[in-house]
């Protein structure tokens, strides 16, 4: 018989929220605050469609995990062996090229708010700091502070998008599909980035470790994943709006990459005060830490998980955290990245991740579409016509986008 969720509802609310702020990074903020930079509020469609389509693939993850008892890894391996060699080189491979990335977004703007230490020392504090908490603490704490870690994104963000006072006609015209003159690519790509990548996959190793089990759970992780991810659109449609309002109308450009939200910091403090700015970095930061702790703990189960798989060797009794290959992880994407810390332009590895980064998500639509329709699956689980076409839609979309990322990685 299926366990049933009992007592309050916001009691359970949890895994959800700390994929979605797992995925909502640095990057994604930039991403979006460009789009606004350079077409108004004409592409808010795509941002809120790519939180729809991480809607479907984070469902349909921690559904088969619900449904089966068992983890979308052992889906994968159920599939063919090539499945675990394809995310064992590639969890390797983003794990260091993600541990820098993501401790140099969360240095940025610590470094700016307290200058006492470089950005590669605040780097490397992050990264320790990333690799303490999950070393020492399980999934409620770090459940509870990420809550804490979205409060103050909230509260920042949508403060920031009153302030700069939007155009409610032009932000409802931007819900209208259109395609401005050469943003075919970038909406594509607004669409696939938003709300993250591989970490959807980890949302049932969230909902494992939150202690739901079985099919009775459906309803509940539904919700949850709902509520997650309309948070995440109100951060989209937040920083949206400070694009078209205080960039677009005045024509300026951000820096590509994280350090464009040192950009606006600027346009803030000129706008508003320092106050505001100072704020805005403290949201920075909080974005970004709660993206490395979320790594350091979801992407460690999920490979704590495919060492069990792929080597058929079960991980010891008790937390998954306290096992080697959990710890072996986490230690991964900390300390060997502090070597590219230094580095000036790491091209080769970066063509590498970005090969791999760009089949990844095809590959789990794809698989989630295989795996979900099986008719072993009990019936309340399998895939209606909704899922399998929101799959499918996915599937098509991550394809077109792996074909454009890897053009673009080697036609240069």
């Not at 349909?60 to 159920?78: E, K, N, P, V």
């Not at 951000?254 to 949201?283: K, T």
């Not at 394809?399 to 080697?410: E, T």
Request: charged share 10%; proline share 5%.
């Amino acid at each position: 018989m299926s366990e049933q969720p009992s007592g309050s509802l916001w009691r359970h609310i949890g895994p959800g929220i700390v994929v979605a702020a797992t995925g909502v990074g640095a990057g994604d903020l930039v991403a979006t605050l460009i789009a606004g930079s350079r077409f108004g509020y004409a592409l808010l469609w795509a941002a809120i469609l790519g939180c729809i389509v991480k809607i479907a693939l984070s469902e349909g993850s921690a559904r088969y995990h619900l449904a089966t008892g068992s983890t979308i890894l052992a889906g994968w391996q159920s599939l063919g062996r090539w499945t675990g060699w394809y995310f064992g080189i590639y969890v390797v491979i983003w794990g260091f090229i993600y541990g820098a990335t993501a401790m140099s977004a969360t240095a940025l703007p610590l470094a700016a708010l307290f200058p006492v230490l470089p950005l590669t020392g605040w780097a490397i504090l992050t990264g320790l700091a990333g690799f303490a908490f999950v070393f020492f603490n399980r999934y409620e704490r770090l459940e509870g502070l990420i809550k804490i870690l979205v409060a103050v994104m909230f509260v920042v963000i949508v403060s920031l998008a009153v302030l700069a006072a939007p155009d409610l006609p032009m932000l409802l015209s931007g819900l209208a599909v259109t395609l401005p003159g050469h943003s075919l690519f970038y909406t594509l790509g607004l669409i696939g980035g938003v709300g993250g990548t591989v970490t959807t996959a980890a949302y049932g190793y969230w909902a494992q470790a939150k202690g739901w089990n079985g099919t009775g759970w459906l309803p509940m992780m539904r919700i949850d994943n709902a509520v997650a991810y309309i948070l995440t659109g109100i951060f989209v449609v937040a920083m949206m709006i400070v694009g078209a309002e205080l960039l677009y109308a005045a024509s300026i450009a951000l820096q590509s990459g994280d350090r464009g939200l040192l950009d606006l910091s600027n346009v803030l403090a000129a706008r508003f005060g320092q106050p505001v700015a100072a704020a805005f970095l403290i949201g920075f930061a909080a974005t970004a830490f709660s993206s490395v702790l979320g790594v350091w703990h979801g992407m460690s189960l999920f490979f704590a998980d495919w060492y069990a798989q792929f080597f058929n060797r079960p991980l010891p009794e008790g937390p998954p955290e306290r096992s080697a290959p959990f710890r072996a992880y986490a230690a991964w994407l900390t300390f060997p990245p502090m070597l590219l810390l230094y580095a000036q332009q790491p091209f080769l590895l970066a063509v590498i991740y970005g090969a791999f980064g760009a089949l990844f998500m095809p590959f789990l639509a794809v698989t989630l579409l295989l795996l979900l329709n099986r008719r072993d699956l009990p019936a309340e689980a399998r895939n209606g016509w909704l899922s399998n076409a929101m799959l499918a839609g996915s599937a098509l979309l991550f394809v077109v986008l792996a074909g454009q990322q890897l053009w673009s990685l080697f036609a240069a």
